[in-house]
C-alpha cells in the first residue's frame, strides 16, 4: 500500500514537471520556426528590390534591416540556449531524473531532442552567416556599380553603329568590345552563382522546419497524460 501510494506521488510529480517542459520546449520551437520565416521573407525581399531596382537609399534601407535582424537573431538564439541549458541543469531536470524508470526514460528523452534542437539553431546562425555574406558580395552599390558598366557597354554598342565610318583603328575597337562582352557574360555567371546560393539557403530552411516537425511530433509522443 505505501509503495502504491509512493508510486502515484511520485507520478503527481513527474506530471506536473514535464508538463512544465513539454510548453517551454514547444514555445522556444514556435519561437525558432517564426524566425526561418522571417529569415525567408527577407531573402525574397532582398531579390524583389534586385528585379525592381530600387534606389540607392531604398536598397540601404533593406540592407541595414537585414543586418538588424541578423544581430536580433544571434542574440535570441545565445539567450534561447542559456535557457536550455539554465533547464539540464536546475533541480526541475535532477528531480525527473531521480524519479521511477518511466520518467528517467522522459527526462533522457527530452535532453537528446534539445540537444537536436541546439543543433539545429546552430544550422540556422550558419544560414544566417551566409546570408549577411550574401548580402555584403551582393550589395546595391556593387550592383549599380555593375548595371552603370552594362550601360556604358551599350553606349559604345549603340557609337559603335553610328559611327562606324570614323573607325580609325577597327582592331582596337573590336579587342574593346570583346572585353566588354566577356564582362557582361561574367555578370551573368555571378548572377546565376547568387541565384544557386540563396536556392541553397532556402533548401536548408526547408531542411530545418522539416527536423523541427520531426521533433514536435515526437515531444508529442511523451506528452503526459491527464
Given at each position: 500500500?505505501?509503495?502504491?501510494?509512493?508510486?502515484?506521488?511520485?507520478?503527481?510529480?513527474?506530471?506536473?514537471?514535464?508538463?512544465?517542459?513539454?510548453?517551454?520546449?514547444?514555445?522556444?520551437?514556435?519561437?525558432?520556426?517564426?524566425?526561418?520565416?522571417?529569415?525567408?521573407?527577407?531573402i525574397a525581399r532582398y531579390e524583389d528590390s534586385k528585379c525592381h531596382k530600387k534606389s540607392d537609399a531604398q536598397n540601404q534601407r533593406i540592407v541595414d534591416s537585414v543586418s538588424q535582424q541578423i544581430e536580433s537573431y544571434k542574440a535570441m538564439i545565445q539567450e534561447k540556449k542559456d535557457q536550455i541549458n539554465e533547464l539540464v541543469n536546475s533541480e526541475t531536470a535532477a528531480s525527473i531524473s531521480e524519479t521511477q524508470e518511466e520518467s528517467k526514460i522522459y527526462h533522457l528523452e527530452l535532453v537528446r531532442l534539445k540537444m537536436i534542437k541546439g543543433d539545429i539553431e546552430s544550422e540556422i546562425e550558419s544560414a544566417q552567416k551566409h546570408l549577411a555574406e550574401l548580402v555584403s558580395d551582393y550589395s546595391p552599390r556593387s550592383l549599380w556599380i555593375r548595371e552603370k558598366d552594362l550601360e556604358e557597354l551599350r553606349n559604345v554598342v549603340r557609337k559603335r553603329e553610328k559611327d562606324v565610318h570614323h573607325l580609325e583603328f577597327p582592331d582596337e575597337g573590336n579587342e574593346i568590345l570583346q572585353k566588354k562582352k566577356e564582362k557582361l557574360e561574367q555578370e551573368k555567371k555571378q548572377r546565376k552563382e547568387l541565384m544557386k546560393k540563396i536556392k541553397e539557403v532556402r533548401n536548408s530552411i526547408k531542411a530545418e522546419n522539416r527536423k523541427i516537425n520531426r521533433i514536435n511530433k515526437k515531444l508529442a509522443k511523451f506528452k503526459p497524460k491527464d
Open positions: 500500500m505505501a509503495t502504491r501510494s509512493s508510486y502515484q506521488e511520485a507520478r503527481k510529480n513527474m506530471n506536473y514537471i514535464t508538463s512544465e517542459d513539454v510548453i517551454t520546449v514547444k514555445n522556444k520551437r514556435n519561437l525558432l520556426l517564426q524566425q526561418k520565416y522571417e529569415i525567408i521573407t527577407h
